[in-house]
């Protein structure tokens, strides 16, 4: 079972960019994007059931972070508008089989994959 994530790179402030999470054979349950700022400890961005309707994000990225699914072939999509440089940060794609409820969907322990990290740098 492999999450493949990538996607990063340097980014203007107001630009865009989508970050992929690729599972390797049948999807998960749960996704999850979190994030690890320079200095700072890794935090929750969004979580989401991958048959389910309702999206979790953290209020510093709702309305500007969405994400999406493509069934074909089992990735899922971080997509990221109004970038800001308070946005810089490693970002990891975690999943899980169990479909997680609302309230257990910002916990990382509650997550059994990873991926290995991409960078997004927001600077002019």
């Known amino acids: 079972v492999q999450l493949q994530a990538c996607g990063g790179g340097l980014v203007q402030p107001g630009g865009s960019l989508r970050l992929p999470c690729a599972a390797s054979g049948r999807p998960f349950g749960t996704y999850g994007w979190f994030r690890q700022a320079p200095g700072k400890e890794r935090e929750f961005v969004t979580g989401?059931?991958?048959?389910?309707?309702?999206?979790t994000y953290a209020d510093s990225v709702k309305g500007r972070f969405t994400i999406s699914r493509d069934r074909a072939d089992n990735t899922a999509y971080l997509q990221m508008n109004r970038l800001s440089p308070e946005d810089t940060a490693v970002y990891y794609c975690?999943?899980?089989?169990?479909?997680?409820?609302?309230?257990?969907?910002?916990?990382?322990?509650?997550?059994?994959?990873w991926g290995q990290g991409t960078e997004l740098t927001v600077s002019s």
């Open positions: 989401f059931r991958w048959s389910g309707t309702t999206t």
């Open positions: 975690a999943a899980t089989s169990r479909s997680l409820i609302l309230s257990t969907r910002a916990r990382e322990n509650a997550y059994d994959y």
